[in-house]
């Protein structure tokens, strides 16, 4: 079945403790993203990847980190949570981000919850 | 940047009737792309229809319908005979073509979200 896998679904962790949340994708699609969902806010992009080894920033990266080193994975890196990034957060794929017709393939989202 | 603008928090609609929530964008682009998501109580992003700017014509899917106004830069969405499992809140985002700067740099900028609340 082609989906994008989130893990884990729900994360409480501590002010400054470094986590990592996996996106792994099965359709060998060429372009990732994460956002995060906050109440009133919609999704925001936070970083996207156009394809293996290139990354770049979208609308609120700060505190974020994003690596990809294959295709399939693009893992999001918080080195030091703090409050503020206590929200729920989505990974997504599309087939190429050359292709802007191509809808995204949505994660089942992952909430953290920073205390 | 691009931005997108859905005015109403909260609709509610009795089942079997039509609901239209609204959207509208700003952008300087000629070319671009209009999706609606669905994201009901399981947290899912569903995508429910998409609409290539160049084309005039509006484009459905089943009950669902968009009215597409590209001169107003209006995006809406019509629901037809309601159902239950429509419930959900609903997100309109704009996708820019590559090399844009539309789309939360080459991705979808969403809009606020509708909530659709389904009267049985």
């Known amino acids: 079945e082609a989906q994008v896998t989130q893990n884990p679904r729900y994360l409480i962790t501590v002010t400054g403790k470094k986590l990592t949340v996996t996106c792994s994708q099965n359709?060998?699609?060429?372009?990732m993203s994460w956002y995060r969902q906050d109440p009133g806010l919609g999704l925001r992009q936070i970083y996207y990847?156009?394809?293996?080894?290139?990354?770049d920033k979208g609308d609120v990266p700060e505190g974020y980190k994003v690596s990809r080193k294959e295709k399939r994975n693009f893992p999001l890196i918080l080195e030091s949570p703090s409050p503020n990034q206590t929200s729920l957060y989505f990974c997504?794929?599309?087939?190429?981000?050359?292709?802007?017709?191509?809808?995204?393939?949505f994660g089942n989202g992952t909430r953290l919850t920073v205390t | 940047a691009q931005t997108v603008t859905q005015s109403q928090p909260e609709m509610s609609v009795q089942e079997a009737e039509t609901v239209t929530l609204s959207c509208t964008y700003d952008?300087?682009?000629?070319?671009?792309?209009l999706f609606w998501y669905k994201q009901p109580p399981s947290r899912q992003m569903i995508l429910v229809i998409r609409?290539?700017?160049?084309?005039?014509q509006n484009a459905t899917e089943n009950r669902f319908s968009v009215n597409f106004q590209k001169a107003a830069k209006s995006f809406s969405l019509k629901i037809s005979d309601s159902q239950l499992g429509d419930a959900a809140m609903y997100f309109c985002?704009?996708?820019?073509?590559?090399?844009?700067?539309?789309?939360?740099?080459?991705?979808?900028?969403f809009g606020k979200g509708t909530h659709l609340i389904i009267q049985p």
């Open positions: 997504a794929s599309s087939l190429s981000g050359q292709q802007y017709n191509s809808p995204l393939h």
């Open positions: 359709m060998n699609h060429e372009y």
């Open positions: 990847s156009m394809n293996v080894e290139v990354t």
């Open positions: 952008t300087s682009e000629s070319d671009y792309y």
């Open positions: 609409q290539e700017a160049y084309k005039q």
């Open positions: 985002a704009y996708r820019s073509p590559p090399g844009g700067r539309g789309g939360g740099a080459d991705g979808l900028t």
